[in-house]
């Protein structure tokens, strides 16, 4: 082991070298923490077995954009699981830090060719989840890993609060994820959102990315003064975020497919 990279709610992140193929990789432990049982009604079996459920379907994606599970196995009869080392995040891109995702807090914004460029990768990454039914539920900059600022390629991770088909595992009228990335919906009961509800976490990354701060209650009043920003992407920023769900593009794919007529 070389370091601990993160602390979660229910997870110890450490970089460690591989000793048989001699290259930095990430290690993610199984370690929930007491506040988190005590925030939500799952106990520690069941969020040992959203952990390996995490681990087994990062195992299944083989997708450039989301970063790929290399073994998976147990530490002091605690399951752990290994993945290629990706060296920052979107939120150190974004010169927010990296230990601590503070969503009101201002940061930098990105150029408009590289905002468009992450969201194009974050769209065909979560594509991923969605063509599986999956929704991640908890899309933000601390969980997209970068494989180098500036000119890094996207790495979707950490989907262990995603819901499955038939929303497995998901208890009603609790809300999981971070509560400026989510819609209402989500706030409401997380058991029963769509891919849709991911759809408003990019909007909310999108406009950080481009302005520095959160977007205002109302999409109507979403603008980027003094940024070159194409009508069109702000048109679909405003979609994103719309809180009626219906309003919004479907899903990943429709939400590239948006992006990509997009002209700059």
Same mark, same amino acid.
């Given at each position: 082991?070389?370091?601990?990279?993160?602390?979660?709610?229910?997870?110890?992140?450490? $970089?460690?070298?591989?000793?048989?193929? !001699?290259?930095?990789?990430?290690?993610?432990?199984?370690?929930? !923490?007491?506040?988190?049982? $005590?925030?939500?009604?799952?106990?520690?079996?069941?969020?040992?077995?959203?952990?390996?459920?995490?681990?087994? &379907?990062?195992?299944?994606?083989?997708?450039?954009?989301?970063?790929?599970?290399?073994?998976?196995?147990?530490?002091?009869?605690?399951?752990?699981?290994?993945?290629?080392?990706?060296?920052?995040?979107?939120?150190?891109?974004?010169?927010? +830090?990296?230990?601590?995702?503070?969503?009101?807090?201002?940061?930098?914004?990105?150029? &408009?060719?590289?905002?468009?460029?992450?969201?194009?990768?974050?769209?065909?990454?979560?594509?991923?989840?969605?063509?599986?039914?999956?929704?991640?539920?908890?899309? =933000?900059?601390?969980?997209?890993?970068?494989? !180098?600022?500036?000119?890094?390629?996207?790495?979707?991770?950490?989907?262990?609060?995603? =819901?499955?088909?038939?929303? +497995? +595992?998901?208890? $009603?009228?609790?809300?999981? +994820?971070?509560?400026?990335?989510?819609?209402?919906?989500?706030? $409401?009961?997380?058991?029963?959102?769509?891919?849709?509800?991911?759809?408003?976490?990019?909007?909310?990354?999108?406009? !950080?990315?481009?302005?520095?701060?959160?977007?205002p209650v109302e999409p109507e009043d979403i603008g980027f003064p003094g940024a070159d920003v194409p009508d069109g992407l702000v048109d679909l920023i405003r979609a994103a975020l719309s809180p009626d769900k219906a309003l919004r593009p479907q899903d990943a794919r429709e939400f590239f497919a948006r992006l990509q007529r997009i002209t700059v």
């Amino acid at each position: 082991m070389l370091r601990r990279i993160e602390t979660t709610a229910c997870s110890e992140v450490y $970089e460690c070298v591989d000793p048989d193929l !001699k290259r930095r990789v990430a290690v993610k432990l199984f370690d929930v !923490k007491d506040r988190l049982l $005590e925030m939500l009604p799952y106990s520690r079996e069941q969020w040992r077995v959203r952990f390996l459920r995490e681990a087994r &379907l990062l195992g299944q994606i083989d997708n450039p954009y989301v970063v790929p599970v290399l073994d998976l196995a147990r530490h002091d009869d605690e399951p752990f699981y290994v993945m290629p080392f990706v060296k920052t995040t979107l939120l150190r891109e974004m010169g927010g +830090g990296g230990d601590v995702d503070e969503p009101s807090a201002r940061t930098y914004p990105m150029p &408009l060719a590289r905002t468009i460029l992450v969201l194009s990768q974050i769209a065909q990454g979560l594509h991923a989840f969605h063509a599986r039914g999956l929704v991640h539920r908890d899309l =933000k900059p601390r969980n997209i890993l970068l494989t !180098k600022r500036v000119t890094g390629i996207v790495k979707l991770c950490d989907p262990g609060v995603a =819901k499955f088909p038939g929303g +497995g +595992g998901s208890v $009603e009228e609790y809300w999981l +994820g971070v509560r400026e990335y989510i819609p209402p919906e989500q706030q $409401e009961d997380a058991s029963s959102v769509e891919p849709s509800a991911d759809i408003y976490a990019v909007g909310v990354i999108a406009h !950080k990315m481009l302005s520095g701060d959160l977007p205002p209650v109302e999409p109507e009043d979403i603008g980027f003064p003094g940024a070159d920003v194409p009508d069109g992407l702000v048109d679909l920023i405003r979609a994103a975020l719309s809180p009626d769900k219906a309003l919004r593009p479907q899903d990943a794919r429709e939400f590239f497919a948006r992006l990509q007529r997009i002209t700059v």
